[in-house]
């Protein structure tokens, strides 16, 4: 069986460089066999090709492609606090936030972005439990942000 990271390739992904914070925080936190990241936006070298609100400006489609860029920004921090993504023994729990319209309501669609992609890479170590919110807005003015949370064997 392949690897996370080969995984990736495979998909034809790149895992990025983690993103480094905009903000008084830390990409990463680990507690015991656990690993949180901070919220993720959908930034590819070091910017946001999508802006505005889902249901608007931005369409479910694409706020779904967007949410799978945030999941793989996710995934680049979790590798840089593991250093192998094979050390994942679970996606434990994700949440996704998506900027909405008032009449938006396909929140859970847009995060299936993320949510498919994490069990692309992770089979199904990557199927987890999930929350997507609607939120007036994010920061950057992105559509989208992802957080999760692994278990680390």
Request: proline share 7%; hydrophobic share 45%.
């Amino acid at each position: 069986m392949s690897t996370p990271e080969e995984r990736i390739r495979e998909l034809g992904l790149e895992l990025p460089e983690p993103v480094p914070p905009v903000a008084s925080y830390v990409p990463t936190a680990r507690t015991g066999s656990l690993v949180y990241t901070s919220g993720q936006v959908p930034v590819v070298k070091g910017e946001l090709a999508v802006t505005g609100k889902v249901g608007a400006e931005v369409d479910a489609e694409e706020a779904a492609r967007q949410a799978r860029i945030c999941a793989l920004n996710a995934i680049a921090a979790l590798k840089a606090e593991v250093g192998e993504l094979s050390r994942v023994a679970r996606i434990v729990k994700v949440v996704g936030f998506v900027a909405s319209a008032p009449d938006f309501h396909g929140q859970p669609q847009v995060i299936n972005g993320a949510s498919d992609l994490l069990v692309e890479v992770f089979g199904d170590a990557g199927k987890h439990a999930r929350s997507a919110v609607g939120v007036a807005v994010l920061p950057l003015n992105a559509p989208v942000e992802v957080e999760l949370i692994a278990e680390i064997a």
